[in-house]
């Protein structure tokens, strides 16, 4: 009997910081090597820690301004690890973009198929909350878009049956009530 195979453990030590460090290390030795040619090693190191700090905040500046841009601007052309965050904040971003977009049309396509029914609809959030409803169910319960919208549906159907079955929260089982007013309607 083989052993079940384990997830790899992700490593802090990543191919990026790797390269982050190579960088900084070529950076300290070719200053180094400079300093000890001149005879002002720490003078050398210090501007050349100095230089790689403005270009670390300047890759800040530039991912910051990006973040706040992203959907008129570019992603910045970047290397090292300053170019791992941007590919992966856009890849972030696109797929949000993505099911955002695929989240708007299957609401357009249940809305399209629900205004073509003969009965009522309404859409309720977790809370309970009037997310959309049909002309059906405008007419029926008397909803309008502008004053409904986000109202929580027991504020409209206060039939002690109907807050029951809602409480439970079990899809399989429906409630009939009567809804009294303009024509005395039985809901389900």
């Given at each position: 009997?083989?052993?079940?195979?384990?997830?790899?453990k992700?490593?802090?030590?990543?191919?990026?910081?790797?390269q982050?460090?190579w960088?900084?290390?070529?950076?300290?030795l070719?200053?180094?090597?400079?300093?000890?040619?001149?005879?002002r090693?720490?003078?050398v190191m210090?501007?050349a820690?100095?230089?790689?700090?403005a270009?670390?905040?300047w890759?800040?500046?530039?991912?910051?301004?990006w973040?706040?841009?992203?959907?008129?601007?570019?992603?910045p052309?970047?290397?090292?690890p300053?170019?791992?965050?941007v590919?992966?904040?856009?890849?972030?971003y696109?797929?949000?973009?993505y099911?955002?977009?695929?989240?708007?049309?299957?609401?357009?396509e249940?809305?399209?198929?629900?205004?073509a029914?003969?009965?009522?609809?309404v859409?309720?959030?977790?809370?309970?909350?009037?997310l959309?409803?049909?002309?059906?169910?405008k007419?029926?319960?008397?909803?309008?878009?502008?004053?409904d919208?986000?109202?929580?549906?027991?504020?409209l159907?206060?039939?002690?049956d109907?807050?029951?079955?809602?409480?439970?929260g079990?899809?399989?089982?429906?409630?009939?009530?009567?809804?009294s007013?303009?024509?005395?309607?039985?809901?389900?």
């Amino acid at each position: 009997m083989s052993e079940p195979i384990k997830p790899a453990k992700a490593s802090i030590f990543s191919p990026v910081l790797w390269q982050a460090c190579w960088r900084l290390g070529t950076v300290l030795l070719l200053a180094l090597a400079v300093g000890a040619a001149v005879g002002r090693v720490a003078l050398v190191m210090a501007l050349a820690l100095g230089a790689y700090l403005a270009v670390q905040i300047w890759n800040l500046l530039r991912v910051d301004r990006w973040l706040r841009n992203r959907r008129t601007e570019a992603p910045p052309d970047m290397s090292g690890p300053w170019g791992e965050l941007v590919a992966l904040v856009s890849r972030i971003y696109r797929r949000k973009v993505y099911h955002r977009s695929r989240g708007r049309t299957l609401l357009r396509e249940f809305q399209q198929l629900t205004t073509a029914m003969p009965e009522g609809a309404v859409l309720l959030g977790p809370g309970n909350e009037i997310l959309w409803f049909n002309s059906r169910a405008k007419e029926w319960l008397g909803l309008r878009r502008k004053r409904d919208f986000g109202m929580r549906i027991e504020n409209l159907v206060r039939h002690p049956d109907f807050i029951e079955y809602l409480r439970r929260g079990e899809a399989g089982e429906g409630v009939v009530v009567y809804a009294s007013g303009d024509g005395g309607r039985w809901l389900s």
